[in-house]
């Protein structure tokens, strides 16, 4: 079975600093990887997947993250942060296999942005 | 509208009650979720049915959690004699197609709290 940890539940930064939020997984098989966001009072939106091919995904507003076979790691980051990031933000997993419908999800990151 | 939806958004229940959650993925969307976040966790998952079928229920909590899909679009998961564990957000997610590489979309969940 898979399994996802996000090693930091809250970050706090200020606005225009740069970030990184952490995501480590675990799986057997081959994965796709994701990264949800979840603005207050909103449902999960995709921000970025990782499927194949290149190892660096990025989003149309400004985060990357790359995807580590060795380390197990998918971490987010962004060079200059806005209040409007201001959320929460999942890693999830897919993995190959009977199951491979399934999303596992780490915890989740709290990121404010403060100005 | 273009998304997910879900009702009721906010559902209070007395101990013993039966509820019932509703879900009316995109249009067209074959393949439907629903998903478990416990406060401060991340989502869970629930069942996933492809059209009527319900191909997967192996993480409902127990046998007082029913989810249905009779005409493979509009879902209800159901709970019966709820009880304060059933508190959390119950989200919904449906995809194009089934399949590793297909992108879910989630609703805004309904929030249950059972008193």
């Known amino acids: 079975a898979q399994s996802v940890t996000q090693l930091d539940s809250q970050v706090p930064v200020f606005e225009e600093a740069p970030v990184e939020l952490r995501c480590n997984y675990s799986?057997?098989?081959?994965?796709?990887l994701f990264w949800y966001v979840q603005y207050p009072n909103q449902g999960l939106q995709l921000l970025l997947k990782?499927?194949?091919?290149?190892?660096l995904v990025e989003s149309i507003n400004g985060f990357e993250a790359e995807f580590n076979k060795s380390q197990t790691s998918f971490h987010l980051r962004k060079p200059s942060v806005h209040i409007s990031d201001t959320a929460e933000y999942f890693c999830?997993?897919?993995?190959?296999?009977?199951?491979?419908?399934?999303?596992?999800f780490g915890k989740g990151t709290l990121l404010t942005v403060n100005p | 509208g273009a998304g997910v939806s879900q009702s009721p958004r906010y559902k209070v229940a007395k101990r013993g009650q039966d509820v019932a959650l509703r879900c009316d993925p995109i249009?067209?969307?074959?393949?439907l979720f629903w998903y478990q976040q416990a406060l401060g966790q991340g989502p869970e998952f629930l069942t996933y049915?492809?059209?009527?079928?319900?191909?997967?229920k192996s993480g409902l909590p127990s046998d007082r959690f029913f989810a249905e899909r009779p005409e493979g679009s509009v879902s209800t998961l159901k709970i019966q004699r709820t009880q304060q564990e059933d508190s959390a957000v119950y989200l919904c997610?449906?995809?194009?197609?089934?399949?590793?590489?297909?992108?879910?979309?989630f609703g805004p969940g309904t929030r249950l709290t059972v008193l």
């Open positions: 997610a449906s995809s194009l197609v089934q399949g590793q590489r297909d992108t879910q979309y």
């Open positions: 990782y499927l194949s091919g290149s190892t």
């Open positions: 049915f492809q059209n009527e079928a319900q191909l997967d």
């Open positions: 249009s067209g969307h074959v393949s």
């Open positions: 799986s057997s098989v081959s994965v796709y």
């Open positions: 999830a997993v897919k993995a190959g296999g009977g199951s491979n419908y399934k999303l596992t």
